[in-house]
């Protein structure tokens, strides 16, 4: 239920990126792309025991998520991390620097999202049995 709940999350941030891009606030779209990828990444790791119980979620993700899912049980490709990563310094920048996010990396963040969420769903529903 944990795990589904996170991923319910995690579909809503990514709608909640395309209309923020369709309104022209790339900004925010690219934030929620991010937290899109991120609430993704937890629920996998929930869903293979680990426990989401840490006020420090980004940094938590960062660490535990390629040793556990890429290099341990090499369930994901290593590029998801790369998307992570791109996504969460293209957050940063969005949300602290001045310069406005481009339309054409909001859309790139969407599709990074939306790659990395339907690689997460497709993880979880094949080891967890359910369709």
Not at 37 to 50: N, P
Not at 64 to 71: G, H, V, W
Request: with cysteine.
């Amino acid at each position: 239920m944990e795990t589904e709940n996170y991923l319910n999350k995690a579909a809503n941030s990514l709608k909640a990126a395309q209309l923020c891009f369709d309104n022209g606030l790339y900004d925010d779209a690219v934030s929620r792309a991010y937290y899109c990828v991120l609430k993704a990444a937890i629920a996998i790791l929930v869903a293979f025991g680990h426990s989401a119980e840490t006020q420090k979620k980004h940094q938590w993700v960062r660490a535990i998520f390629p040793r556990e899912l890429m290099k341990r049980k090499k369930i994901l490709p290593r590029e998801l991390m790369t998307y992570f990563t791109d996504l969460q310094n293209e957050r940063e920048s969005a949300d602290y620097e001045p310069k406005l996010i481009s339309d054409k990396t909001a859309e790139r963040a969407i599709k990074k999202a939306q790659k990395f969420l339907s690689l997460i769903q497709k993880v979880y529903y094949a080891q967890i049995g359910k369709n």
